[in-house]
């Protein structure tokens, strides 16, 4: 069985997390915790922020990814909030670190390229309009800084509302906009 080095070293940093701020936490810290080499850090992680951003693809958003445009958006985003909560204290450390290669700005690009793949898959192997375009970055945009923000005031409503909240909002008009699309229907409503 081969061991997951990625997963141990993830790990050793959210276990870190519980006891020492995100933005203090050095490497060294996380080799003395997991007990990897130096080198074997950085045969799998660029730096810290590659790390982040490893932790964040694999145990917050992991149905959203580019080999996964069969998803149930709802359910899917419900699993994504009640990650977040599982690893509340790592998440609200990290969206509040700036900087080059920050978590925010990642979470940002990473809504908008799903999305946009998302909905290029569904619409078909024509190009999507520029309204539909327009309405996919739109929300993408949108639905990262409400998630930023329920990430940073503590999360004051439950998972499943705010999962609502997002859907219903990202279905305003959709069905226009897919209308000449092959699926022709309102994603968000499946």
């Known amino acids: 069985m081969a061991i997951d080095v990625k997963n141990i070293?993830?790990?050793a940093l959210l276990e870190l997390c519980e006891e020492k701020q995100l933005e203090k936490i050095t490497i060294r810290?996380?080799?003395n915790q997991c007990g990897v080499s130096?080198?074997?850090f950085y045969n799998h992680f660029i730096d810290k922020d590659d790390l982040i951003h490893y932790i964040y693809d694999s145990r917050i958003v992991?149905?959203?990814h580019d080999q996964n445009m069969n998803i149930s958006f709802y359910d899917s985003l419900i699993e994504t909030f009640e990650n977040i909560k599982k690893?509340?204290?790592?998440m609200k450390q990290a969206c509040m670190m700036g900087g080059q290669n920050c978590l925010k700005d990642y979470i940002f690009s990473h809504c908008k390229d799903f999305d946009m793949k998302w909905h290029q898959s569904l619409y078909g192997s024509s190009p999507m309009p520029d309204a539909l375009?327009?309405?996919t970055e739109y929300h993408a945009n949108a639905s990262s800084s409400m998630t930023l923000s329920w990430i940073l005031?503590?999360?004051?409503?439950?998972?499943?509302q705010i999962a609502k909240m997002i859907v219903d909002m990202r279905s305003l008009g959709m069905d226009v906009l897919f209308k000449d699309g092959e699926i022709k229907e309102n994603?968000?409503?499946k």
């Open 87 to 90: 690893y509340k204290i790592f």
């Open 29 to 31: 810290d996380i080799l």
């Open 187 to 189: 994603p968000y409503l």
């Open 153 to 160: 005031s503590d999360m004051p409503v439950s998972s499943s």
């Open 9 to 11: 070293i993830a790990q």
């Open 62 to 64: 992991p149905d959203f």
């Open 38 to 40: 130096r080198q074997t």
């Open 133 to 135: 375009r327009f309405a």
